[in-house]
């Protein structure tokens, strides 16, 4: 299910700056928990930050306080360009139906949090969805994916099957690879491009913090190389 932020919330991107978040929402480590294979299965949360009305989110990767701003950015003269369109998820997303379930799926926006592999790869999965037990598979991988990539729709009604969220934000910490992953935007927040303009309102998305996505402001898993 989608949760509407409230009204107040909100993530400004800055020309070449960092994210000014506004509204109070919480923040939060969110480690990905794997098993011995280096599968992802979960996420656990780590270290909760003191939640404040407002505060700037490291945008360039450079800030010696992350996850905050510290100015590094006008330092190293870090170039924030937004690449990534405004076009709807559903315009850009390609579609895979299953017996019971379809899985739309948007590659640029894959934040390689790996949910998706374990079992047989939830591209394979999903056409194998009148098994109960896949199918609940299907639905778990594609509910984890953070950047919103994959959703699942009931085939029957059209309708996206999501995780409830309460709005707040979440910092990946990858246990497998060993890096820090994007910023975890949850609960239908708005995001407001440098020129003002907002981007599809989301139940999930993942915006860079590493400074080097190809598809800026949102995370496009270059942190992991």
């Not at 994210?19 to 990905?32: A, F, K, N, R, T």
């Not at 270290?47 to 010696?64: D, E, I």
């Not at 394979?124 to 009148?130: C, E, R």
Request: charged share 25%; net charge neutral.
């Amino acid at each position: 299910m989608k949760t509407k932020a409230p009204t107040q919330a909100k993530i400004e991107v800055t020309r070449d700056g960092p994210y000014l978040v506004s509204g109070g929402l919480p923040l939060s480590e969110q480690w990905i928990v794997t098993n011995a294979e280096g599968d992802s299965l979960e996420y656990r949360e780590g270290v909760k930050f003191p939640t404040t009305p407002q505060y700037a989110l490291c945008r360039c990767g450079q800030s010696a306080n992350k996850p905050f701003c510290d100015g590094s950015h006008a330092k190293v003269r870090f170039n924030g360009t937004e690449t990534a369109g405004h076009e709807p998820y559903l315009e850009q997303a390609k579609t895979i139906d299953g017996p019971t379930l379809q899985l739309t799926d948007q590659d640029k926006l894959c934040a390689f949090a790996r949910f998706c592999d374990p079992k047989g790869r939830i591209w394979n999965l999903v056409k194998q969805t009148d098994n109960p037990e896949i199918e609940k598979i299907v639905k778990h991988e594609a509910g984890h994916c953070p950047a919103g990539r994959l959703v699942i729709r009931d085939k029957a009604t059209g309708k996206a099957i999501e995780p409830e969220f309460t709005p707040s934000l979440g910092l990946i910490e990858d246990t497998e690879k060993k890096v820090g992953g994007p910023i975890w935007v949850r609960g239908g927040i708005t995001i407001m491009a440098a020129d003002v303009k907002a981007y599809e309102i989301r139940n999930r998305v993942t915006l860079c913090r590493c400074g080097n996505s190809a598809n800026k402001p949102f995370c496009d898993g270059s942190h992991a190389d």
